[in-house]
């Protein structure tokens, strides 16, 4: 599909994605403008909310600079929804044969999530080799993702939930490209307060993550 961003391509433009909840579609717009501004292009926005489809609407016309996709696929429906939206690529908790099926007939591209040796075999059959490590902390952490990484070297992982401003520093770098999502970005007390330049600036200390060996 015409403007969609591969996996492994938005790992190459950003150390983190945020991981975006919205709850007001008031917010959409300017909390994307505020991680824009922050060197944060990457967003995703989860299908957590009723508004959700309608924020990734608003961003993808209003925000030009951000990359915006969908998070929390988990029903084949999810991803023309997505598309119609404007979605440039979406993340999935799992990975069914509903899910697998669905993403390569619509073609936007998909990180899937896995948290075991045979998810990742089984998504690598697939034609997946950029997957999400969900949930990281429950399935072992930076341990899990090292011992994941020596025998799968094709495959680049994603860990997302109980990841920390500080435990992201630490993701090994089994792979030139690794990406770290987070919703440490998009904190709710902030967004709820309007601080959108206090959302800048934990836009920027992400953004150092590069310049630290992400």
């Known amino acids: 599909m015409a403007g969609s961003m591969d996996p492994l391509e938005l790992m190459r433009i950003g150390p983190v994605i945020p991981v975006i909840v919205i709850d007001d579609i008031e917010q959409a717009v ?9 060197g944060v292009r990457v967003l995703e926005v989860t ?14 016309k209003d925000v030009p600079d951000a990359i915006v996709g969908v998070g929390t696929i988990s029903r084949a429906e999810h ?6 939206a404007g979605a440039r690529f979406g993340v999935s908790p799992g990975l069914t044969r509903e899910l697998i099926e669905a993403a390569h007939a619509s073609r936007l591209p998909l990180l899937p999530g896995v948290m075991t040796p045979s998810d990742v075999i089984s998504a690598r059959n697939a034609g997946f080799v950029a997957l999400k490590l969900f949930p990281a902390q429950q399935a072992g952490g930076i341990g899990m993702l090292k011992a994941l990484s020596g025998p799968f070297p094709d495959v680049t992982f994603c860990p997302t939930g109980g990841v920390t401003p500080e435990s992201a520093r630490f993701v090994p770098r089994a792979a030139e490209r690794r990406l770290r999502r987070g919703s440490w970005l998009t904190p709710p007390a902030m967004i ?22 992400g």
């Open 192 to 213: 709820k307060a309007a601080d959108w330049q206090g959302i800048t600036a934990l836009a920027l200390e992400a953004s150092k993550l590069r310049a630290h060996g």
């Open 30 to 38: 300017p909390l994307a403008r505020a991680l824009v501004a922050g």
């Open 47 to 60: 299908l957590r909310t009723h508004v959700a489809l309608d924020a990734i609407r608003a961003i993808a």
């Open 79 to 84: 991803f023309d929804q997505a598309i119609q």
